[in-house]
């Protein structure tokens, strides 16, 4: 028997590999390389087969022969088992992970001017609802996986950077932290889903956790990287409103003389006024390499767009610096990163979007006269020349926009330090250490001149506010991970501590009218105000893998939080998962169409307390502002008031079970998964009704109540095509989910209709969501509108559900809901040669919207005002005919599925250019290239299921070319 | 370092710091106080209770829609959740507005249990205070005794069985038991009557602030509707008499000029108000209180400058053509208490603010022209009388008519021929005799839009009686009667979920 001895390098790169195993084919026996990448194995024959893997690479397989030096070469994998993914405190390889997890890398991301991290895996992965907030520039997205699981407590997902967890706030002008990420600098996102995924983040993970893995620095020569785009975004819709001819037609036909007489001569689209077209240039540029043996790699990125509404306006910087050295014979591993942004943000007056709705298409934008900057506005002046702004009109659109100067800056820093180090004497064992930091300055001003009309009433405007966020994170981790191959037994085990402090400071200021006089009463009493929470955790998990068949892994996780008094504060939150690698089975071994069919179960209890109030367990009393003092005698005393609290507040919990079936055959050709769940919330923090009387406050925030979610997810690829130069990649998803309120109250009391949320414009505090037992959560709470033979609904007439003769709120029924119950993703690319055409749809299914515009404004009300003006209403006044609103009346609960064109790109690889040290692509892309649904109002896609000033989302087009060389 | 996980809030405190000055105690009073004005601690979008819009959670402004809308002295064109159910008189237990009243003056027991939990002998005595500051803050316990039983007095005559809690009850996990009109009417008096000897002798005490004339005058609005709480047969009508001569003999005189009692300067030189709801355009910001009374009442047509609010004109509340005819002249030259705007009193169409005839009583303007300063320029500085004098002389009267002792008709004559004076500036109008029906007409002719009516009319028995209709009483034109249990307003819906211990109301 000989002996084998050699040396294992990178393909791509010619470093050497340490840490490959090394294995007798059909054996357990095996080794692994040292850290220089050599090896040496004995016990050979010449007709032993040894098999070569390392996470990443693929496999190789040799046999020995006569030789007794062996070097090999490991080339990358693509979509392959052994690929590494990015886990809690870890990387697992693929082939061995036991949780709901779904890893989207730098090849998949969605095309075109991507300007939020979330949007690169929009519509990519099953059971991830991605809905931007609205088509303001920078605005980011809202996103949910596998549906939300609190009422009132936070529904975002936990995010990951590099290892350290972000605090879940925004700041302002940043509403959560994804969008202050330059998307040219992630390498992957990783989505966990399950509870044997998420559960080692405990009480932060039951929104589901996201990963995000940035560009790291590569040995070997400097490449530089420069990605350049420009788009051009319009509108593609607008609002259906009446027309000036239709408007006239109308008021004429039914108005008063005095009414009539309000007319003007213009004929202006409101809309058209306040809209343009859109355009954004984008620039990266990255230079990756080492000096020295210190990988390095450096990016930039500027970004100027400007968006539809006119004036709006984001410049954007982002600047990333990161170091990954080794040293000690690569025993100490560090990663040093630190990534800035600055975002400078001219914001138009969103207000303007829905007064150009609504106001009067026969006047003219610009009326000489008028006293309130030249700009139309309905005032009136009487003999003596006293000119009085109409308090119940809308202003003018255009004034409101151009009358506005807003102006905001937000500096953002955040980075970590990260020291891996693998003990000299058990290399099995390492220990990590990661601090991180996050601070950020958010300012900005607001000034409005004197005449104009939205600010006449305080002589103008000229505020200026602060924000400073300060949050801290430390985490250390021991890990030790040993293959015994005597026993066919892998032990991977963890057990860390982690630290977590999120301070923000917010800085009060007087209101200022634009001379900059102070507005009497607004001198805040306090100079600012530090809400600050922080989070203490000890975790451990353990996985064993038996045979390479079978994992079983544990986690258990202690999260203390200073937002629950001592006797709560500390909650556990274990998890458990089976994986059972069902082709290693020896009848499935030698499968040669099936590479891959792996089934994993889990179960797991995670908790949540971000989204509420850091000190709500805590009887506090508070100082009035000084706009809510009280008088005795000749002297003015703020008021020292109590809290609402409720001393034994504690976390939320969800249990999760999770059952998934991951499958790859005819050479991974086809691949996909399928996984069922099950999530039941209880403890919900909500705020519910109290006896009044116990407390100060008639509603607390409390633990009650149950939610469950159950949901199926399907994800499958396909390589349909891949001969010669053509490939042809599909991918497609689907996510079923469905929730439902088990439990709202303390006592079960079957007469309770809920709790209502969801409050609509139109007549002060009125609501159209509710949550009731037994119901979807936010399910609307409407009349059931009766309708003639012609189908026109009937005004003010509904159906007596309760058949007690008495139409009132007892009528009133829970109808349908905004969560859509199915959802769909697509993407399919074709590359031939050079070129390559992709394009990414999605669908939602089931989700209906409250069309909020058309309820407030289309009613006749509206138009003939009582007021003394004349309002626009939108064209659904010709099917309704409602003289009064009818908000309560479920004809507004439209349906808003819809199928939605993301993207349509053309790329072009121009190949190798300047005698092969430069590569070029070239793409095209359109981004939201239609939609098609029945929803009656402006975009079916919008969160929370009320739709009324949505900023449009516009049409883009893209032109984008990468340089690397 | 798990001590790191102790987290105090930066500019709130706990009882122990905000009870250690008598500063301290007197802002935590403030509280108890402005609690009546505002509808929260942070401005006019704050609130202390929840389901309903800042702008509408103050004390006043639901009283006063719950007392006034469902009459004949206003209507409103609104369309809001749980305004048209006032004056079409069907309003149920899931009405916003109602729960929100009951919400808000439970809130007020509660802030008033928390200020005598810490107000204790012992508490005092154990936190340092002593001699002149431990008596001021027992004389702030009085006080805030008596701004709880003014509550309980609000949720008897609305609700009639409100949850009962006192300051022996604890915060947190406990349900309040329901009590009822014949408990709680035995209870308001006992409070009122044990610290009639602790507050501050009538007209002695800080302006604002409680003072015997204040327990009196509430004790004589109780006595007189003591029939309705505690059944027919079970009139106070000597002890009424009894509290409101204390009140009459106090030293108060009516204000020379009636209009002068509803503008911007009431506070000053006024001797007829004997308790207000303080409001200031800068220091009492809200879009409740006065602040909604004057702007509810007028529309930009009808130049809200002049009525002190430029910014404001929200065109709500108008009156039926029930309140002008109770004044034999409505044009207010003769009867100068009769301020109207507008020539059509007739209301056709209920969604028309110009049908039914404006009602101009309130303006944020001094005696002298002045508009007060207020951000926005639609916040009121007018002060709200909940006790003056004309009131106790009305009490006066209707006592000795419905026969009770210790008073007489040619006094009460006297009285009401003060407020004929006033209000005409000569005797011309002056009575020799009356009977009850005067005494409600001329109520709603001195005391409207004051939020008295709805208790008025129950009183009476006028306010579901078919015999007694104005126009849209009940959501027709012509006006009808309803059913009587409607003199009580509904136990809230939110609160029967949450308070296992209630029973609704009869015929709810």
């Known amino acids: 028997q000989g002996q084998i001895s050699g040396k294992v390098t990178d393909a791509a790169t010619g470093e050497s590999l340490p840490g490959v195993s090394i294995q007798i084919k059909g054996t357990s026996r095996g080794t692994q390389t040292n850290g220089q990448g050599h090896y040496t194995i004995g016990g050979t024959t010449p007709a032993t087969i040894l098999v070569y893997t390392f996470m990443g690479k693929k496999p190789v397989e040799i046999t020995v022969g006569g030789q007794t030096t062996i070097d090999v070469k490991l080339a990358d994998d693509k979509h392959d088992l052994m690929e590494a993914v990015v886990i809690g405190y870890g990387t697992q390889k693929k082939k061995d992970v036991t949780g709901s997890i779904a890893t989207i890398t730098t090849k998949d991301f969605q095309k075109g001017s991507i300007q939020t991290p979330e949007q690169l895996i929009l519509g990519k992965v099953a059971g991830v609802s991605i809905t931007s907030n609205s088509g303001q520039p920078g605005v980011g997205s809202t996103i949910r996986i596998r549906g939300g699981s609190s009422l009132n407590a936070s529904n975002d997902p936990l995010y990951v950077v590099d290892g350290v967890p972000f605090s879940g706030g925004g700041i302002n002008g940043a509403p959560n932290p994804m969008v202050l990420l330059n998307p040219n600098d992630i390498e992957s996102l990783t989505i966990m889903k399950d509870a044997a995924a998420t559960a080692i983040y405990g009480s932060r993970a039951s929104n589901g956790v996201i990963m995000i893995t940035t560009k790291k620095g590569t040995s070997g020569r400097a490449k530089i990287n420069f990605n350049t785009s420009f788009a051009v975004g319009k509108i593609s819709k607008k609002i259906d409103v009446l027309s000036a001819d239709d408007f006239r037609k109308y008021v004429d036909s039914l108005g008063t003389p005095a009414q009539k007489a309000l007319m003007g001569n213009a004929s202006t689209d409101w809309q058209k006024e306040i809209y343009r077209t859109g355009i954004t240039t984008d620039n990266n540029l990255s230079i990756s390499g080492a000096i020295k043996n210190i990988p390095y790699r450096v990016s930039g990125n500027f970004m100027n767009q400007s968006g539809v509404l006119i004036t709006d306006n984001l410049k954007r910087s982002f600047l990333s610096v990161n170091l990954n050295p080794q040293f000690f014979d690569k025993h100490l591993k560090v990663n040093i990163s630190a990534k800035g942004a600055i975002t400078n943000a001219h914001y138009a007056n969103q207000q303007a979007i829905i007064n150009a709705v609504q106001f009067d298409p026969t006047q003219p934008v610009y009326d000489s006269s008028s006293p309130f900057g030249g700009y139309f506005e309905w005032y009136t002046k009487d003999a003596a020349g006293n000119v009085t702004l109409n308090p119940n009109a809308p202003r003018n659109p255009v004034s409101l926009i151009r009358m506005q100067d807003n102006n905001s800056e937000v500096k953002r820093s955040y980075g970590n330090i990260e020291l891996d180090y693998k003990f000299h004497f058990l290399p099995e064992l390492r220990a990590n250490l990661n601090l991180g930091y996050d601070v950020s300055r958010g300012s900005g001003t607001t000034f409005v001149p004197a005449n104009a009309g939205q600010a006449y009433t305080t002589a103008g405007q000229n505020n200026h506010f602060l924000q400073k966020i300060n949050n801290k994170v430390g985490e250390f981790y021991l890990n030790y991970n040993k293959t015994f191959p005597g026993i066919k037994s892998n032990i991977n085990a963890l057990a860390g501590y982690g630290y977590y402090d999120n301070a923000t400071t917010n800085y009060n200021y007087a209101s200022f009218n634009a001379k900059g006089d102070t507005i009497v009463g607004s001198i805040p009493k306090f100079p600012f105000d530090i809400p600050r929470n922080t989070l203490i955790s000890y975790y451990g998990r353990l996985i064993y893998t038996f045979d390479d068949k079978y994992i079983v892994q544990g986690s258990l996780r202690t999260d203390g939080s200073s937002r629950f008094a001592k006797e709560n504060r500390w909650g556990v939150f274990p998890s458990a998962a089976l994986t059972w690698r069902i082709n290693r089975e020896s009848f499935l071994k030698e499968s040669k169409t099936l590479s891959d069919l792996k089934l994993r179960l889990s179960y797991g209890i995670t908790g949540n307390q971000d989204g509420i109030a850091n000190y709500s367990y805590m009887a506090i009393y508070s100082t009035s502002s000084n706009a809510s003092m009280y008088q005795f005698g000749n002297n003015w005393y703020n008021m020292q008031a109590p809290a609402a609290y409720d001393k034994n507040i504690k976390w939320e919990q969800t249990a999760t079970w999770n059952g998934g079936l991951d499958f790859a055959v005819l050479q991974d050709r086809l691949r996909g998964s399928v996984d069922v769940y099950y999530k039941k919330t209880k403890n919900l923090l909500n705020t519910v009704p109290i006896p009044i009387g116990s407390n100060f406050s008639n509603q607390i925030l409390t633990n009650v109540g149950n939610i469950e979610n159950k949901g199926i997810e399907l994800n499958i690829g396909a390589t349909p095509i891949q001969k010669g130069k053509l490939t042809w990649d599909v991918n497609f998803n689907l996510t079923y989910n469905n929730n439902k309120i088990t439990n709202l109250t303390a006592v079960t009391d079957s007469s309770f209709v809920g709790n209502l949320t969801g409050g609509i414009t139109g007549g002060t505090g009125q609501s159209i969501q509710i949550h009731s037992v037994g119901y979807n959560t936010f399910a609307f709470y409407v009349y059931k509108q009766v309708y003639d033979k012609n189908g026109k609904p009937l005004e003010g007439v509904y159906e007596d559900l309760n058949g007690d003769g008495i139409i009132n709120q007892k009528d009133m029924y829970r109808y349908k809901s905004p969560a859509p119950k199915v959802f769909l993703g697509f993407s399919t690319q074709v590359t031939y040669d050079r070129w390559t055409l992709s394009t990414s749809l999605r669908a939602s299914l089931g989700n209906y919207m409250y069309n909020n515009v058309a309820s407030n404004f289309g009613v006749r009300r509206n138009i003939l005002n009582p007021l003394g003006l004349l309002n626009n209403s939108t064209t659904d006044i010709y099917n309704t005919n409602f003289y009064n609103n009818q908000y309560q009346s479920d004809y507004y609960v439209q349906n808003a599925s819809f199928l939605r064109m993301d993207n349509l790109t053309l790329g072009y690889d121009l190949g190798s250019l300047f005698k092969n040290t430069g590569h070029l692509r070239l793409n095209a892309t359109c981004q939201n290239v239609f939609v098609i649904t029945k929803y009656k109002g402006l975009d079916p896609e919008l969160n929370g299921g009320i739709d009324y000033n949505l900023y449009p989302r516009s049409r883009t087009f893209v032109l984008g070319a990468n340089l690397e060389f | ?508």
Request: aromatic share 12%; proline share 5%.
């Open chain 2, 1 to 508: 370092c798990t001590k790191d996980l102790d987290r105090m809030p930066t500019n709130a405190t706990t009882s122990e710091v905000a009870y250690k000055t008598l500063d301290g105690y007197k802002q935590v009073l403030a509280k108890v106080y402005g609690s009546f004005a505002l509808p929260g601690n942070n401005g006019t979008g704050s609130s202390d209770l929840a389901g309903i819009d800042p702008g509408q959670a103050d004390f006043l402004r639901l009283f006063w829609n719950a007392q006034e809308l469902p009459t004949e002295e206003a209507a409103c064109v609104w369309n809001d959740p749980g305004i048209p159910d006032f004056h079409n008189m069907n309003w149920t237990s899931n009405n916003v507005l109602l729960a929100a009243l009951y919400n808000r003056s439970l809130f007020h027991v509660t802030i008033a249990n928390e200020f005598l939990r810490e107000s204790t002998d012992e508490k005092i005595s154990s936190r340092g205070f002593t001699g002149k500051d431990a008596d001021d803050i027992r004389t702030f316990r009085a006080e805030a005794r008596f701004l709880r039983a003014f509550e309980y007095w609000v949720l008897m005559d609305l609700f009639a069985n409100p949850p009962f809690v006192t300051e022996n009850d604890p915060i947190g996990k406990y349900i309040p038991p329901q009590t009822n009109r014949t408990a709680l009417f035995k209870y308001v008096e006992s409070e009122l009557l044990a610290i009639e000897p602790l507050v501050v002798k009538a007209r002695n005490n800080e302006y604002a602030r409680v003072d015997q004339a204040a327990v009196w005058s509430l004790l004589a609005r109780l006595y007189l509707n003591a029939e309705v709480y505690l059944g027919k047969g079970n009139g106070k009508y000597t002890e009424a008499i009894t509290y409101s001569s204390k009140v009459i003999n106090a030293g108060y005189a009516l204000k020379s000029d009636y209009k002068g009692l509803f503008l911007a300067d009431n506070d000053v030189n006024n001797p007829e108000i004997i308790l207000p709801i303080v409001y200031d355009g800068v220091k009492v910001q809200n879009n409740g209180g006065t602040t909604f009374i004057i702007n509810a009442a007028i529309n930009g047509d009808m130049n809200p400058a002049s009525f002190g609010v430029p910014g404001g004109g929200w065109g709500g509340n108008r009156s039926t053509k029930a309140l002008p005819d109770l004044f034999t002249d409505h044009s207010g030259a003769t009867d100068k208490r009769a301020m109207f705007y507008g020539t059509k009193a007739d209301i056709d169409d209920p969604a028309q603010f110009t049908d039914g005839l404006r009602v101009i009583k309130y303006r944020n303007v001094t005696s002298t022209g002045v508009t007060p300063p207020a951000p926005g320029g639609a916040f009121s500085s007018v002060d709200f009388p909940l006790f003056r004098l004309a009131e106790q002389y009305l009490i006066y009267a209707e006592a000795v008519k419905r026969g009770g002792a210790g008073g007489d008709e040619n006094t009460a004559i006297g009285y009401l021929n003060a407020l004929l004076e006033r209000a005409y500036g000569n005797k011309s109008a002056d009575i020799t005799g009356y009977n009850l029906d005067y005494i409600l007409a001329e109520r709603g002719r001195e005391l409207y839009w004051e939020a008295f009516r709805r208790s008025d009319l129950i009183r009476f028995e006028k306010f579901t009686a078919g015999t007694y209709v104005w126009p849209w009483k009940g959501g027709i034109k012509e006006g009808r009667g309803v059913e009587s249990f409607r003199t009580i307003y509904p136990i809230p819906a939110t609160d029967l979920t949450a308070n296992p211990s209630l029973k609704q109301n009869t015929g709810y």
